[in-house]
């Protein structure tokens, strides 16, 4: 029987960060890891993940996942990072399709409802977000994330009305998103009914914003 091994918290600090792996064997298996750490969120929570089932679900040494992630953050970080990517990709296919008012409108409102079933649909997703909150480095995560969110909506603002006052429209584009985020979290822990009312509601809030931004001062006659 495999001696248990200390968690994350009790391994040697000569641990480096995450190992990025290049051969198609290690590639394989950091994508066993992820697997095995999603499917043990899913059932217990990222708050009881644990290396040492990581490693055993993985059928792999907690050497070998170490050398991979140095700690169960590290994993979580890889899973968020993952999530932000495709929903970044998403987010860029819509904002970059805007050519008017109309399209603006369309684009965020379907990029809102669309969100909303992927998070209902994925509950490891709202685990992790909720992981998120307790981490610094994570929270910097989603941080960066409501950023580059922000200016690809900003960017499709600027392309419907040129004459926008840039500051101000680039601080609440980030605002919206990140607004928007929070949003969502609140609507997953609500019935179901009360969820969609919550984004439809901050949904109305946010278009107006979007839909009537502030115009640079045309200065004196």
Not at 54 to 59: K, L, T, V
Not at 97 to 125: F, K, N, W
Request: aromatic share 6%; with cysteine; net charge negative.
């Amino acid at each position: 029987m495999r001696k248990k091994t200390p968690e994350a918290s009790e391994q040697p600090a000569a641990v480096a960060v995450r190992r990025n792996p290049t051969q198609q064997r290690s590639r394989e298996r950091q994508e066993r890891i992820l697997a095995a750490a999603t499917r043990l969120i899913a059932d217990k929570g990222s708050d009881q993940l644990k290396m040492s089932e990581i490693a055993e679900r993985s059928e792999i040494s907690i050497g070998s996942l170490y050398q991979y992630f140095p700690d169960k953050s590290s994993v979580i970080h890889t899973l968020a990072e993952r999530y932000n990517a495709e929903s970044r990709r998403c987010i860029a296919e819509a904002m970059e399709a805007v050519e008017d008012a109309q399209g603006l409108q369309a684009a965020y409102s379907q990029l809102l409802d669309l969100y909303y079933e992927i998070v209902m649909a994925t509950p490891v997703m709202r685990d992790i977000w909720s992981a998120m909150q307790a981490d610094k480095q994570l929270l910097q995560l989603e941080l960066g994330e409501s950023r580059v969110a922000g200016a690809l909506l900003a960017r499709a603002m600027f392309r419907v009305y040129p004459d926008l006052d840039e500051r101000q429209v680039e601080e609440s584009a980030f605002l919206i998103w990140h607004l928007g985020e929070a949003t969502m979290r609140l609507a997953v822990t609500c019935t179901p009914e009360e969820g969609r009312a919550l984004v439809e509601a901050f949904k109305r809030m946010s278009l107006r914003e979007i839909m009537q931004p502030v115009r640079k001062d045309p200065g004196p006659p």
